[in-house]
């Protein structure tokens, strides 16, 4: 434990379909937490996370008053088991809801705080309405597919690439070749179908985002503005389906403009710890904790 963070921690296993899955606990000293977090990671990572963001969000969001539990998924980091597809998720998502409550009974209500395709899990989750979850918290959601990914290159990539002075002068200079330039010209010039991306797991997700704002949940999407993961969910959030979601009053997104997909620049990173701090206290009763800089993170659990 940190003196600097006032944050106990402690082994909480999460026991989900005969398998013992390792987690960390944060806790706040002193009192009795009535709100809990599940970190939910995403892609091939464990519960410490890239540049350690996971362990310091742990502990920043338990020294704001919140019972913290980061954890490994099935197959992944020092779990036992078979690795699953972020698509079947809902067993551990629950089995850590349950995991948490039993090491911390005080806690009433629970967030989810997802990255990557951990953000799309707990959206999926969410189809569920389990009456447990009061937030999400979607740092940079997986929707990748042809046509998102295709949008968002049309938006974001070749539109700069066209406008880059040393794109030209690599052009005429012999550097880049010209099917380079008729590539991103023809991908600018076609358009992208109208209809919307169905029948898989985008849809399932919608559903989740429609659910839990159904039952006056709220959600946050932290968007990175250098990443294409982020670029292609914001193109998401244009379609009819999504956009109407979207502009329903428990939802709001905050972008840290030249952050990349894990926050590794220390500056974004501090960002994204406040941030997801501000979002942990509009769910607290208490007034809110000053929200100070990130301590370092002395261990790594």
Known sequence: MSARSAVIEQVCPVCCEGLRLPG??????????????????GGPQ?????????????????????????FDHRGMGDAPGEAVGFEQLDPEIDAAIAALQRACSS???????????????????????DARVAGLLLANPWVRSER???QARTRHYYPARLVSADFWRRLFGGQVRWSSLRAALGAMGRSVAAAEDTGDFRSGMREGLARILD?????????SGADLTAQEFTETLREPGWAAQASRSGFSQQVLDGADHTFSDPEHRAAALNLSAQWLQDFLAAPAMPCTHPAEDPAVI
């Open 24 to 41: 960390i606990l944060s806790l706040p000293q002193g009192g009795s937490p009535r709100l809990g977090v599940i970190v939910l990671v």
């Open 46 to 70: 464990y519960r410490v996370g890239a540049h350690r963001f996971f362990v310091s969000l742990a502990r920043h969001l338990a020294g704001q008053g919140a019972a913290v539990l980061r």
């Open 107 to 129: 806690v009433e209500r629970v967030l989810l705080w997802g990255l990557c395709d951990g953000a799309s899990a707990a959206l999926l989750h969410a189809r569920r309405g």
């Open 148 to 150: 998102s990914l295709a």
């Open 215 to 223: 039952q006056h949940g709220r959600v946050t999407c932290l968007l």
